[in-house]
């Protein structure tokens, strides 16, 4: 799945589920991307540049997208943010980060030189995984990252929930896409592809139950039609399912149910409109589910087979396990992500708006009733402790700093203390003690309410001549 929803390995990312990471965001491809699908048809494109685009770290306010659970590490939680990867050991009480310019660049820069992740990826036995311009890897807990692909265009990886070897990976080209296989963890991938197609594949997963059956999304270049692909086989042969959507419509795998492998949840996305449908048997059946005007950002099929699906918004829709339909929408954060540790019997995890909400991530013990906050990005002791991150994040970690407000003296004579983002109380003058980064953040500030008020207005339908294109996907729900 492209750039859109995520579940998380034991966890999850926007709206691009995956069995492996359990929820997703909605996330949007890289210019590089975008340069590339101009060359595929002007109806693929506007499906793909219309969606909410995440922030970027290179200019733009801190934002969340996708929580995930290694596997190994049972009191880990990760949280990817347009500015790094945040990492705590204790389950949510204390967290420190590795930064963008490190992970996707190995740079020491203050400002990321490339392309932001799109999303991240764990795989079973704990290795990190981020696409942004190429693939970087890291097998030491984020603390270095080496590059593992040179000169794709990677718009989609997906590691196996049970095999720590096999990961997929989707592979744009002027002429098409293809799916390769990496047999090492995402050192490298094999030369000779899985799939050819001259559509634009928009997702791969693999079943957590079976893993040698595997699904595809695939839409043509002009936006008149969509598959689901299945194989039963690892990949040696594919079988298309017709998915019978409008014209502009781009699907994505959400998840595919890690118990039944035959069941995969599907988001079926115009840009104006949202929607979830559900496959059965293998992709040979299909039924819409949930209807929205607006975009999902976030999706989780619960240990209990309960499903859950969030907006920007500040909307949960929820289907209780063993129901037929979803229940109307209850009052939630403003969701970036869904995520539950695998085997966890009640406790779900959310990416809330840090600006909006005043906490980046919230768990819930009761369905979604209720939201217990858990970290704000102002909580962030610094970079991680390992040698390469302490001293390549520095000069990023100072930027941040600035640029939340962490650390910032109380102005004197206001009653309403100092302090960090939309998370901590103050003054109206607390920006004051940011020194030279004081505009910036008044600059930031205004791109992040306008990019707010961009995300609030797609949720009703717009004039189709007032509406920029139709949209794309992942991590929050990619």
């Not at 592979?171 to 799916?179: P, Q, T």
Request: proline share 6%; net charge negative.
């Amino acid at each position: 799945m492209a750039p859109e929803a995520g579940a998380a390995l034991s966890g999850g990312y926007g709206l691009r589920t995956r069995p492996a990471r359990f929820s997703f965001r909605i996330m949007t491809w890289s210019t590089r991307r975008l340069r590339w699908a101009a060359t595929c048809g002007g109806a693929v494109l506007a499906c793909v540049a219309a969606a909410p685009r995440p922030a970027r770290a290179n200019g733009a306010f801190p934002d969340e997208f996708s929580v995930h659970f290694p596997p190994d590490t049972p009191h880990r939680i990760l949280v990817g943010a347009n500015f790094g990867l945040l990492v705590s050991e204790d389950d949510g009480a204390t967290w420190r980060y590795s930064c963008e310019p490190w992970i996707v660049a190995g740079s020491n820069a203050a400002v990321n030189p490339e392309s932001s992740v799109l999303f991240y990826q764990v795989t079973t036995d704990g290795v990190l995984l981020a696409d942004a311009v190429n693939i970087t890897r890291s097998a030491d807990h984020a603390c270095t990252w080496p590059t593992t692909t040179q000169g794709q265009v990677i718009t989609d990886i997906f590691a196996a929930p049970t095999d720590a070897g096999l990961v997929l990976a989707i592979v744009a080209v002027a002429n098409g896409s293809y799916i390769v296989a990496s047999h090492d963890g995402g050192k490298s991938f094999d030369p000779a592809h899985l799939y050819d197609t001259a559509d634009l594949l928009t997702g791969v997963e693999i079943a957590r139950s079976d893993p040698a059956v595997m699904y595809a999304t695939s839409v043509q270049t002009s936006g008149n039609g969509s598959a689901l692909l299945q194989s039963t086989d690892s990949g040696r042969t594919w079988t298309p399912h017709d998915l019978h959507t409008a014209s502009g419509t781009q699907p994505r795998i959400m998840a595919v149910d890690p118990v039944d492998k035959g069941t995969i949840y599907l988001r079926e996305l115009t840009g104006v409109t949202d929607a979830i449908a559900i496959a059965t048997n293998g992709g040979e059946d299909v039924r819409t589910v949930l209807g929205i005007n607006g975009s999902f950002t976030s999706f989780v099929r619960a240990t209990d087979g309960a499903l859950y699906a969030g907006t920007s918004g500040g909307q949960l829709h929820v289907r209780p396990a063993g129901a037929a339909d979803f229940l109307p929408p209850r009052p939630a954060p403003h969701l970036r992500c869904l995520g539950q540790r695998l085997g966890e019997a009640k406790r779900i995890y959310a990416c809330g708006d840090f600006l909006r909400d005043g906490y980046s991530l919230f768990f819930t013990d009761d369905g979604g009733q209720t939201f217990t906050p858990v970290m704000k990005f102002t909580d962030l002791l610094g970079p991680l402790t390992c040698g390469p991150v302490t001293t390549n994040c520095a000069a990023h970690w100072e930027r941040i700093k600035g640029v939340l407000g962490i650390g910032a003296p109380a102005d004197a004579g206001q009653s309403g203390g100092g302090g960090g983002g939309g998370g901590s109380s103050g003054g109206g003058s607390h920006c004051a003690s940011l020194g030279a980064d004081a505009l910036a953040l008044l600059f930031l500030l205004g791109f992040a309410l306008r990019a707010t008020r961009r995300s609030a207005s797609q949720l009703h339908p717009v004039p189709a001549e007032l509406h920029p294109d139709a949209g794309s996907v992942r991590n929050s729900i990619d």
